[in-house]
């Protein structure tokens, strides 16, 4: 699995107080990075994760990259749901908080909730994109709410010019009577079958998507059991990857083993001889049996 490094950035604007998911924005957001960081270190132990508000005066970290639930836990406890958000400047303290991660070899990506209306502008936004892609970090959007037309495009085409060889997603999660979190097993994100990149993500768990539980390959609905879901999935992945291993070496080991088998004695010869007879068995009889006279 993938070694990650995640700077997960959570929505704390006065918008996230709205009910249309439930409990709530904010709390529908806390369950969903819960699943979000069990995702992550479950799919590899040396993951990391940390977590940032985006909401009221300024961006603020809430807790470092940790490998402990119980860090993001109280990170999530310790914050408080006021002002607006800062979408551009969020993404740019999360990057660099990755930038000084301890472990080099890990990938660095962006998860971003946003239940807001983005007020920079389209082509700053796209220049935000173009720099994170640059610096080989990856962005994931994960928008709900009632977005507008407006935000919605914005979105999109910072999503578009992000996308790299570890993909950038976007998850446009429409209010249903599904968890956020339910609604988010079966996005890109978190490894689901919905296409990736861009807008490939959009209305999931919505009345339009068509990401739901009676489309999930391994028979489980996602929004009753979102954590067994995502439980099957990765162990099925790892069985698969084992059964393939295992294929791989039992071709190499037949591959080696198969030489031209060396006929032995009588394995030579026809198995009948002219007479009609059992090829071998004449001279075999003289030989066998002692009470037969040597003629010659």
């Known amino acids: 699995m ?22 709530s924005r904010w709390e529908a957001q806390a369950d969903a990075v819960n699943l979000i960081f069990s995702a992550k270190t479950g799919a ?33 406890h310790r914050t408080k749901i006021k002002g607006t958000s800062h979408f551009s400047t969020g993404i740019n303290v999360a990057a660099l908080a990755l930038k000084h991660r301890q472990n080099k070899s890990q990938k660095q990506r962006i998860v971003v909730f946003t239940c807001s209306p983005i007020e ?42 992000c996308q790299s060889a570890e993909g950038s997603h976007l998850a446009i999660i429409q209010p249903s009577s599904n968890l956020l979190s339910d609604s988010l097993v079966t996005t890109p994100i978190l490894g689901g079958d919905s296409s990736s990149g861009g807008a490939g993500a959009s209305n999931a768990g919505g009345e339009g998507g068509d990401t739901g539980g009676n489309s999930f390959e391994f028979g489980v609905d996602p929004s009753v059991d979102p954590e067994l879901a995502l439980a099957l999935r990765m162990s099925y992945e790892e069985e698969r990857a084992r059964q393939e291993k295992e294929k791989k070496t039992k071709e190499a080991s037949e591959g080696k083993s198969e030489l031209d088998p060396v006929a032995e004695g009588d394995e030579q010869q026809p198995l009948l001889d002219d007479q009609g007879q059992p090829s071998g ?16």
Not at 47 to 63: D, K, Q, R
């Open 120 to 161: 920079e502008d389209e082509k700053e936004l796209v220049k935000l994109s173009k720099r994170m892609k640059k610096n080989g970090i990856s962005v994931d959007i994960i928008a709900f709410g009632e977005l507008g037309d407006e935000t919605t495009r914005k979105l999109e085409k910072f999503s578009e010019a």
């Open 44 to 76: 590899n132990p040396e993951s990391s994760v940390g977590l940032m508000s985006m909401g009221g005066n300024t961006p603020e970290i809430l807790t470092t990259l940790t490998t402990d639930i119980g860090k993001v836990l109280d990170g999530l």
């Open 2 to 23: 993938v070694l990650e490094a995640s700077m997960i950035i959570v929505d704390n604007s006065e918008a996230s107080r709205n009910g249309d998911y439930v409990p």
């Open 281 to 296: 068995s004449g001279s075999k009889d003289k030989k066998d049996d002692p009470d037969k006279m040597d003629t010659a």
